[in-house]
């Protein structure tokens, strides 16, 4: 559930006691860890971690008002969540923040991005620190921008192949009326 607080403050007041300490001590530790260049603020309904216009002026490709989302950390209803753009879509990142999480001893639950926890002993303090720190923003824009650029070479590949399938069958279609 997205929150309408407008500032970190007060998106930690509306949490209940036990999850605010846990958000809080979570937060401590992205803070401590941040590259410089990244911001915190409110972003989607959650605390975020963004590369901000003046570092960044084209913002995020979904909604270019929105600066570039790094990191997010959120209470949703049934569980917390840590989202680390920076593991989506960069094998070498995901499989190095993978094994980390293993080697801890503590069960990941993950999905492409998000990292769902009910209790702050289920996360691996120094592995999430670890993660945050290894990704400074010009390589974090590099990252994101090559993965823009790809995601538009297959779309391309995916309406060229449409398009050829579409030509072929009309190809056909006119193959077999002429017979």
Not at 34 to 50: D, H, N, V, W
Not at 136 to 157: D, H, M, N, T, W
């Amino acid at each position: 559930m997205q929150s309408k607080a407008a500032t970190v403050e007060a998106y930690l007041k509306e949490l209940p006691a036990d999850r605010r300490a846990a958000i809080e001590a979570v937060r401590a530790v992205i803070l401590k860890n941040l590259p410089k260049g990244y911001a915190e603020g409110m972003q989607y309904g959650m605390i975020g971690y963004f590369v901000p216009h003046d570092v960044y002026p084209p913002g995020y490709h979904c909604d270019p008002k929105q600066p570039l989302p790094f990191a997010g950390l959120a209470s949703q209803k049934n569980y917390m969540s840590l989202y680390v753009m920076c593991i989506y879509g960069v094998p070498e990142h995901e499989s190095w923040f993978r094994d980390a999480w293993i080697k801890s001893g503590k069960k990941l639950d993950m999905g492409k991005g998000c990292i769902r926890f009910k209790i702050l002993e289920d996360l691996p303090l120094d592995v999430v620190g670890q993660a945050i720190k290894r990704v400074p923003v010009k390589k974090f824009i590099e990252q994101y921008e090559s993965a823009r650029s790809a995601g538009g070479e297959r779309a391309a590949l995916r309406r060229e192949s449409t398009s050829s399938k579409s030509a072929r069958k009309k190809n056909a279609a006119k193959e077999h009326r002429g017979k």
